[in-house]
């Protein structure tokens, strides 16, 4: 665990909670809606397809694809990587997407591409938060 | 609402003063509420209207609806402080729209000012640790817009083939007409190869394919047909306008290669207006970013989806151009400071006006201003004339 990670953390609220908690136990956890049926990501306490109230918790799989990224060269203060790093927007098999960063493979346009396959990870930073990231699969 | 009562409220209301902030760019002596009124006096003085007229005060940036009033000493019967980022300037005109022909309010005063540079004033900013964007997306690094524009422009690439080289093209013609104010910030002409070399900040975007950052403020004054017609200015008519938002934080961005808000809105100001693309004479697309300008010009209908690229290669937008797009020089060269939509307003009055010198495009009656507010997160359109 990094001695004095100084990068922004999350603040879990009611609705997250179980989201962060799942991270710290390195298991990555959706969302569902009951009564539609749409998987969704961030956590709410109401299905953005249908504003139903009737949601549940799943884990997922683990695995998506790099929707879209940046290698970020001046990021302003206290990155969470080394700079220059990778931001993401990974789409989940699920069918939701959720920004992160890319780790294990060099942080060059040149070496990614759009839709390629990767799998999280998980990125103990804290005594009390732990970062979903992912990986070339 | 139907498409009828919409259309019947084209060229109802129109802008008579428009103005600045005597000076944009660093002003460290000055807070963000002192430019606010800069703005408003010479709004008002450009209108040839008192204080005392202003019976709606529409505003935005770190104040409440009650703060801009008070400091300004206006005992408005209506505010508005509707935030959606850089473009809700453009959308409180559709607000006045509103007002105007509901008869709350005859003579609105719309106002900006931002200490975006020296943060005097500017206290509250950034995103709490527990909101959306301080839990999903600060902890990866977002840092400034950069970073998340970045990620509609590399999807943009990659489903249309557009280069960074056209990307460049927009920066390279934004500067040539920056050198054509005496008030821009840069005035020194760049080339393609200039922007491809300048400092990385978030591939796919250098330097110069980002915006400047600086201090500003700004004001319109708006009223009813029937009051404009006693204003000392040439009357500048709202003919069309609409507003849109498709999502907050970039990662739920519907498509990253398609401005959705942008095709809404635009699709809502053109059929208010009844203008056709060809009657079109001056574009002011706000340019926080190379990429911004191209995702509005497809997402407006100026070309297809993907063929935003293509378009502004050969400076088409450049002056001299066949398009004439973001004559003070932009964001990218004139001045932006964080919420930059008054600057695409204020700029197209006074062309419309026939008031810009040497960057003025000859007989330009129709205009069209288009914002981004948050990272493409909500757009608003405004079709502007001379004529009724």
């Not at chain 1, 609705?15 to 009564?35: N, V």
């Not at chain 2, 961005?253 to 635009?266: E, K, L, T």
């Not at chain 2, 926080?288 to 497809?298: G, N």
Request: net charge negative; charged share 20%.
């Amino acid at each position: 665990m990094p001695e004095d990670y100084k990068a922004p953390l999350p603040r879990p609220t009611p609705e997250s909670r179980p989201f962060w908690d799942g991270c710290k136990q390195h298991e990555l956890r959706l969302q569902r809606c009951r009564d539609c049926g749409e998987a969704y990501f961030y956590p709410r306490n109401v299905c953005p397809g249908c504003l139903s109230a009737n949601v549940e918790w799943f884990r997922a799989s683990g695995h998506g694809k790099v929707h879209t990224f940046s290698v970020v060269y001046a990021g302003g203060r206290n990155p969470p990587l080394e700079l220059p790093f990778v931001l993401a927007v990974i789409e989940l098999d699920e069918g939701v997407r959720v920004m992160s960063n890319l780790v294990g493979v060099p942080a060059d346009p040149e070496q990614i591409r759009c839709d390629m396959p990767v799998v999280v990870e998980f990125a103990d930073v804290t005594e009390q938060v732990t970062l979903p990231r992912f990986r070339p699969a | 609402m139907s498409r009828e009562k919409r259309r019947a409220q084209r060229g109802t209301i129109a802008i008579v003063g428009a103005a600045e902030s005597d000076v944009v760019g660093k002003q460290p002596e000055k807070s963000a509420l002192m430019l606010h009124a800069e703005g408003a006096r010479n709004a008002l003085a450009d209108a040839g209207l008192s204080v005392r007229d202003v019976e709606a005060v529409l505003s935005t940036g770190r104040q409440t609806a009650n703060d801009i009033p008070e400091y300004l000493g206006i005992r408005p019967r209506y505010m508005d402080n509707t935030q959606m980022g850089g473009c809700s300037f453009i959308a409180h005109l559709e607000h006045a729209l509103g007002l105007i022909n509901a008869g709350v309010a005859e003579v609105v005063l719309i106002t900006h000012g931002e200490s975006g540079r020296s943060r005097i004033g500017m206290e509250g900013t950034g995103f709490a640790p527990e909101s959306p964007a301080g839990q999903y997306e600060m902890p990866f690094g977002i840092g400034g817009p950069a970073t998340r524009y970045a990620l509609a422009a590399a999807r943009h690439m990659h489903e249309y083939g557009t280069t960074r080289e056209q990307l460049a093209e927009v920066a390279v013609a934004t500067r040539k007409w920056a050198c054509l104010n005496p008030r821009a910030a840069m005035r020194e002409p760049i080339t393609v190869a200039d922007v491809l070399q300048s400092r990385q900040v978030s591939w796919p975007f250098n330097l110069l394919d980002c915006c400047l950052v600086t201090d500003g403020g700004g004001a319109l004054v708006v009223t009813s047909a029937e009051r404009a017609a006693d204003c000392q200015q040439q009357p500048v008519w709202v003919l069309g306008t609409g507003e849109a938002t498709c999502h907050a934080i970039i990662s739920q961005m519907p498509r990253f290669h398609v401005w959705d808000a942008a095709i809404r809105s635009g699709e809502r100001a053109f059929e208010m207006s009844g203008a056709r693309h060809a009657d079109i004479d001056l574009a002011m697309f706000y340019d926080a970013f190379t990429i911004v300008p191209i995702l509005a010009l497809e997402a407006l209908g100026f070309c297809g989806l993907g063929e935003g690229g293509p378009f502004v290669a050969g400076q088409r937008t450049a002056p001299g151009g066949a398009f004439p797009m973001n004559t003070n020089g932009g964001g990218l060269s004139y001045t932006h400071s964080g919420m930059y939509g008054m600057y695409l307003l204020v700029e197209a009055v006074k062309q419309l006006r026939g008031e810009c010198g040497e960057r003025q495009v000859k007989g330009a009656k129709t205009a069209i201003c288009h914002g981004t507010g948050g990272i493409l997160s909500a757009a608003a359109t405004a079709i502007l004339s001379t004529e009724r």
